[in-house]
């Protein structure tokens, strides 16, 4: 049984995106807890470090970041998109929790690296796969996963790294980020349609992208068939030196921004069947990234079934 290493911060918990919406603290709250529940594995909880300029620069040009700390308030709520779909958004605390996000990333590639540990879990928000090069949207300012991939291949020439997203939406973030790497590797699995409206299967960058819309009918066993014929066999093939994960849980027959029919259990076959091709081709080395997921006891017991298989 590996160990697990879960990096947190409160700065996380305190970004506020107002009443009602369904990206909320408590989100991580429950997460926290049910992870510091499971007492059969043996995780570690380690804080997250502010993540620099010069290593999110490696997505996310500088103007970019600057313009987007600039809309931070002094009090109130900001909405980066335009009216009426103003849902991702800026408070007073947003600096500090983006920038944690994705500190949690880069310092779970250093610990990586070093040996310490092959299976990381990045308890953060906000979430980042619906991020781009110069574009916030979807809840997603930074895309912490991107970054983390681009930090492991300029700091430890890493050749080989392949995402793979089974949150309910694209990743149309990350899709745009490594359009054109072949070094990256990006499967997706998403209802279809539904935000942000992208990831058909004809989207293949350089042969690197692979995804899997699926409509909303689709049942259990028909969603795991697909993501190893359209994803995991296609992983295999890549043959990735380390792999991320952006786990959203919202592919949860009760998640409320869905239509998917997943149980929580599912989301341990999910993960065991990618641990095993990081086993085959990655050295069992993973990093995961909380995405979406907003029914709350839902993200209580899938988190629970995701470290569980983590950790074999």
Avoid: W
Wanted: glycine share 6%.
């Amino acid at each position: 049984m590996e160990d697990i290493t879960v990096f947190s911060h409160l700065d996380c918990i305190a970004k506020d995106n107002g009443e009602n919406h369904p990206e909320r603290k408590e989100r991580l709250e429950v997460i926290l807890d049910s992870i510091k529940g499971i007492s059969q594995l043996n995780i570690s909880f380690k804080d997250s470090p502010l993540a620099d300029f010069k290593t999110i620069n490696l997505v996310h040009p500088q103007s970019y970041i600057d313009d987007l700390l600039s809309m931070i308030p002094i009090y109130g709520l900001v909405g980066v998109e335009k009216e009426p779909y103003a849902d991702t958004i800026l408070c007073p605390q947003s600096k500090e929790a983006i920038l944690r996000a994705c500190g949690a990333g880069i310092e779970s590639a250093n610990e990586l690296m070093s040996g310490l540990t092959k299976r990381l879990f990045c308890a953060v928000r906000p979430p980042g796969h619906h991020a781009e090069t110069s574009r916030a949207n979807g809840f997603c300012f930074i895309n912490n996963a991107a970054v983390t991939a681009r930090y492991l291949q300029s700091k430890f020439n890493i050749n080989k790294i392949a995402i793979i997203d089974f949150d309910v939406h694209h990743g149309n973030g990350t899709q745009e980020i490594f359009y054109n790497n072949k070094s990256v590797f990006y499967g997706s699995i998403h209802q279809h349609p539904l935000f942000p409206g992208t990831g058909i299967e004809t989207e293949t960058g350089v042969g690197n992208i692979f995804n899997a819309p699926i409509s909303s009918d689709t049942t259990r066993e028909k969603f795991m068939e697909i993501f190893e014929t359209k994803i995991l066999k296609n992983v295999d093939l890549f043959e990735p030196e380390i792999i991320l994960i952006s786990a959203g849980f919202d592919a949860h027959k009760r998640d409320p921004l869905a239509g998917m029919k997943l149980e929580s259990e599912d989301y341990y076959t999910l993960t065991q069947n990618i641990v095993e091709i990081a086993k085959r081709h990655s050295d069992g080395r993973i990093i995961s990234f909380l995405e979406g997921g907003y029914d709350l006891q839902a993200l209580s017991e899938c988190i629970e079934a995701h470290l569980e298989a983590l950790s074999n």
